[in-house]
């Protein structure tokens, strides 16, 4: 395998971003470093938003120079390549993790995390989230993968979300029905950043609230793995778990280098500590692939694989269309797929 560039802004680039984003600039930033994954490469640039005004530059920096950009939330469903990625990074700073309860339910910044959101609301006596206390994201993670479980997900309360798309610089509050929220899946784009979303809530006891949001933790406990994944690796087809699919290709724990399918979840894939991105891109292409002969099932990844490309994989992850497609990249086309 050739030797892999890092990633770099161009160098006018970079300064002019420097000059008008100002300090939240970072350049040559950690990235698989800070998911849930701790393992994958470092980012060209990454810009955690504070102030509602920084978007401007950043608008104009991904319309003008066409600079490939990645929204981050908390992490936890994304794979960055070892290679790194070459473009943006952009997240959202303290200013969007504010709640504002009222009588109707709550509107929550793009930046709060899930678990603290649930609890919150639990102690509050507001029902309809406590599903969330068991996933490790954002809200805006979540409102982007219509994240969910224990029966529920985003679209069972989203009433509306506030989207600021970066391609077009429009900012306004979208209806769910406009968000075309499906299983793991949304209409919301890789140029939309959601800032604020818009939930109905029931009123409850806190007391019974919390004893549901003990009853999810102890759950997820016992029948997920703790560490170094992104949760489920494959969309669950329509009639079967994916992670019965792969369980039953005889993958339950299988190890490929330093990446090895969950002995507790078959549909998680678990890095080792220091272990690589790639390795574990790899066992998702095997373990689709094993899937695929075993049962005809092509299992479609949930995980966001950002800044691969192709050549970097031993199995080639070319022969996993759908999961290319997951690639996150917009702006500048170099000839190489980001
Ligand atoms: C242990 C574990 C258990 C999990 N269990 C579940 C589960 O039960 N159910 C479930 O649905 N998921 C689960 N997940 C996956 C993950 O937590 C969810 O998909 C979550 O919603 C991702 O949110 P995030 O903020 O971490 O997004 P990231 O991983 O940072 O990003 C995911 C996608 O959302 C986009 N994105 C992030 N923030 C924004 C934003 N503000 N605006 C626009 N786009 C954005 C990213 O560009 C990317 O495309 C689990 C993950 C782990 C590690």
């Known amino acids: 395998m050739s030797a892999r560039p890092a990633p770099s802004l161009d160098r006018e680039l970079a300064a002019w971003l420097g000059a008008t984003v100002g300090p939240a600039l970072h350049l040559d930033a950690p990235f698989g470093a800070i998911t849930t994954y701790r393992v994958g490469g470092r980012t ?3 810009v955690r ?7 401007s530059a950043i608008v104009s920096a991904v319309r003008g120079a066409g600079l490939p950009m990645v929204v981050l939330g908390q992490g936890s469903n994304l794979l960055v390549a070892e290679r790194g990625w070459p473009g943006l990074v952009l997240a959202l700073g303290s200013a969007f993790e504010d709640v504002l309860l009222d009588d109707e339910g709550v509107v929550a910044g793009g930046a709060c995390a899930l678990p603290t959101l649930a609890r919150r609301l639990a102690a509050a006596g507001r029902t309809g989230l406590e599903w969330a206390v068991g ?3 954002s809200v805006g993670g979540a409102v982007r993968m219509n994240a969910g479980g224990h029966g529920s997900d985003v679209a069972a309360s989203l009433l509306e979300a506030q989207i600021l798309d970066l391609a077009t610089g429009s900012c306004r509050w979208r209806p ?3 968000l075309a929220l499906g299983f793991r899946s949304s209409a919301v784009s890789a140029t939309d950043v959601v800032l604020r979303a818009r939930f109905a809530l029931g009123r409850g006891d806190p007391a019974v609230g919390r004893r ?3 009853e999810i933790v102890r759950w997820r406990r016992e029948h997920q793995p703790g560490a170094r994944n992104a949760g489920s690796v494959f969309v669950n087809p329509a009639n079967v778990p994916a992670g019965r699919l792969v369980e039953g290709a005889g993958l339950r724990g299988f190890r490929l280098a330093s990446a090895r399918v969950s002995e ?5 894939i678990v890095a080792d500590p220091g272990g690589s991105a790639d390795d574990v891109a790899a066992l998702i292409a095997l373990a689709r692939e094993r899937v695929a002969e075993v049962w005809g099932v092509l ?3 949930e995980i966001r694989l950002v800044g691969f490309v192709p050549e970097d994989l031993e199995t080639p992850l070319a022969s996993v269309p759908n ?3 997951e690639v996150e990249s917009f702006g500048r086309s170099d000839g190489r797929r980001a």
């Open 212 to 214: 549901a949001l003990d």
């Open 299 to 301: 299992l479609e990844p």
């Open 135 to 137: 996933v490790p994201g």
């Open 49 to 55: 938003v504070g102030e509602p005004q920084q978007f």
């Open 44 to 46: 060209a640039g990454m």
């Open 323 to 325: 999961a290319l497609q």
């Open 176 to 178: 769910a029905a406009e």
């Open 264 to 268: 507790r979840h078959a549909n998680f």
